[in-house]
């Protein structure tokens, strides 16, 4: 895969001749891959815990990122991962609406408690944004259709800072296509932009620097910053 793109590297029936390995739906695993073995990565697994073990990990090729690239164009299948202990505390309370902000690989944390949700019958309405600069790198919507499409508590939003893909980028329906509603402009000023969220628990992952725009932009608009929640940055 080219430089920029997204992988998702998926692992079934793992076996492990130490303690099993627990988390919780929204949280992030310590990783390293046999490419870079001393290099340690936290990824937040897209998909919650299963009994069959199960795990998914949305990777993006950035440019001079010697761990992602790796990660993203040497997987092969046979590949050891050591995985560590879990951290994090992103959660949803079902007694508030909520706002979740997700950019690029972020949204594997959101994806995973959206999935843990759709399997409850008393979900709160729940409204995401799904942010990239292109629609066309906005590669789990379909993923998030198909959520929405059978849990009415969802509504999703697509954002994108330009409203055409170039030439390069065409593996990807965009919104239109998809039925989704399609904004354009930074992540932090559509969701402000959009609604008022001063009565909703908020959820955002993504970039250090699009976590700290939204959560400072949301707060100047009303939101309590003990309603706010981030892995740390």
Sequence with gaps: MASGQVASIASGN?????????FNAGQY??????QWPKQWRNFSPSIPPNPAGELEFHVRAIKGGTVSSAIVSETSVGDVWTLSQSHGTLHVDRDRPVLMVAGGTGLAPLRALLIEMSKRADSPP???FYGMRYPGELYDLSVLRRIASTNPWLQVTAVSE???DPWWITAVAAP???????????????VVDTGNWENHQVLIAGSSQMIEATRRKLIIAGVRA????????
């Design 14 to 22: 793992p076996v492990s001749a130490h303690a099993p390995l627990t």
């Design 29 to 34: 695993l310590e990783v390293h891959t046999p």
């Design 126 to 128: 729940t409204h995401i």
């Design 162 to 164: 330009e409203e055409r």
């Design 176 to 190: 239109a296509e998809l039925g989704i509603d399609h904004r354009i402009g930074t992540l932090a000023d559509v």
């Design 226 to 233: 003990s309603r706010i929640q981030h892995d740390p940055v």
